[in-house]
């Protein structure tokens, strides 16, 4: 059991995230004062927004330079911290070199914050965002698991370096933030493992990868047809509802799947066909398997991703975090036509 003081600062990393524009927003309301890690403190064209957030509501923001990549980088905005909420890393399927680009900058980056933990005497406990990817790899993993459901007790054991590479990023940090925690006894380590997090973003330059897998569902690029690939989705303002209660209630502990409904790229378009079927390019089919295998690699994908994920359908337990951390779900539906209509007000689908 941890009592966090909501009178000390908190530190979020990656403050110009998606997510972590969201958990600012949650702990201003609360009149939390937040140390925020930024790469570029002096672009403030792209702090703007979070400025806002902090002159409308009763807390402060206090920005920090810090990269991941960079040791000590974090070390003077972990100072006076309780609670660390870490949640930068990159997120991108597209990358030319994926130890520097993915696994080089979670892995060291979740290195340097918990050495800046290590060295702050006030650090209680830290939030890391995981993800699900770091519990499983491909759709087909969970045919081997117990109901063929994906749970907080299981490892993403078949990501690699060239398969999958983004989640086994994922998996290598949040294995590393675990071994960390168990070398001391300061400060306990609690896990939020989201699967595909959808939703409006606070601010309107949001480029995180969701975006722009639901843009090409709207732009035309995916007309013909959809890979029938199943995928869990979950409201971006639960996700950050979940981290500030791992944050703040004292009995919180280990993992947490946060997950409303796995669907279908076929079953999202459905779900916003009434609302969005005039204004955009959805497409209305699933594409043969055997047409996605072949044509894969002309669009950059790995014919083994298509093998190994299209067809499967899969389960995913939320049980905890609805019976641990208080987590209500919202429809899928009204996720996709929030974050539906904020893209295509912000002219998203003209680009
Ligand atoms: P995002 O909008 O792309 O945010 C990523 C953040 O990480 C940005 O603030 C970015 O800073 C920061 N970052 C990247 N490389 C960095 C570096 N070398 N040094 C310092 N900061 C760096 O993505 P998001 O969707 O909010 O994701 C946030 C977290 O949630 C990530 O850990 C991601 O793996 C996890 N997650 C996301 C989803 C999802 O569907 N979105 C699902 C599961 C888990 P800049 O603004 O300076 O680039």
Redesign the pocket.
């Known amino acids: 059991m941890i009592n966090i003081n909501k009178s000390k600062p908190v530190m979020v ?8 524009g969201w958990i600012i927003k949650l702990l201003l309301q609360n009149d939390i004062t937040v140390h925020a890690t ?3 403190p002096n672009n403030k064209e ?1 702090l703007k927004y979070l400025d806002e957030l902090a002159k409308n509501l009763k807390g402060n923001i206090v920005y920090y330079k ?4 960079e040791k000590h980088s974090f070390d003077e905005a972990a100072k006076k911290c309780e609670l660390i909420f870490h ?5 991108t399927n597209t990358v030319k070199d994926p130890q520097k680009e993915l696994i080089d ?1 979670a892995l060291q ?1 979740t290195i340097n914050v918990l050495e800046a933990v290590n060295k702050s005497d006030s650090v209680k406990r830290v939030v890391l ?5 770091a519990i499983m790899g491909d759709n087909k993993d969970l045919v081997k698991l117990p109901d063929n459901m994906a749970s907080e007790n299981h490892w993403n054991t078949s990501s690699t370096l060239s398969h999958q590479p983004y989640s086994y990023s ?1 998996t290598l940090a949040e294995k590393e933030a675990w071994k960390i925690n168990k070398t001391q006894k300061k400060w306990q380590l609690v896990v939020i493992n ?4 959808l939703g409006p973003g606070i601010s309107p330059q ?5 975006f722009k897998l639901m843009k090409q569902l709207g732009d035309g690029s995916m007309k013909i047809g959809v890979p029938n690939f199943e995928i869990g989705i979950v409201d971006v303002r639960e996700v950050a509802q979940a981290h500030f209660n791992a944050g703040f209630m004292p009995e919180a502990e280990g993992r947490h799947i946060i997950c409303a409904e796995p669907k279908s790229f076929l079953q999202i378009a459905n779900l916003i066909r009434d609302d969005f079927g005039d204004k955009l390019l959805l497409p209305n089919r699933n594409l043969p398997k055997c047409l996605v295998w072949l044509a894969a690699p002309t669009v950059g994908v790995k014919r083994r991703m298509v093998a190994r994920n299209m067809g499967y359908k899969i389960k995913i337990d939320n049980t905890k975090s609805i019976e641990k951390l208080g987590i209500k779900y919202r429809p899928v539906k009204e996720t996709l036509i929030d974050f539906f209509s904020q893209m295509y007000e912000n002219g998203a689908f003209n680009k």
């Open positions: 990393t990656g403050a110009t995230g998606y997510l972590a930024v790469r570029d792209k810090a990269d991941l990549l949640t930068a890393s990159p997120f900058p980056g965002t995981s993800s699900i990817a994922k989201p699967v595909l997090v949001i480029s995180s990868e969701s």
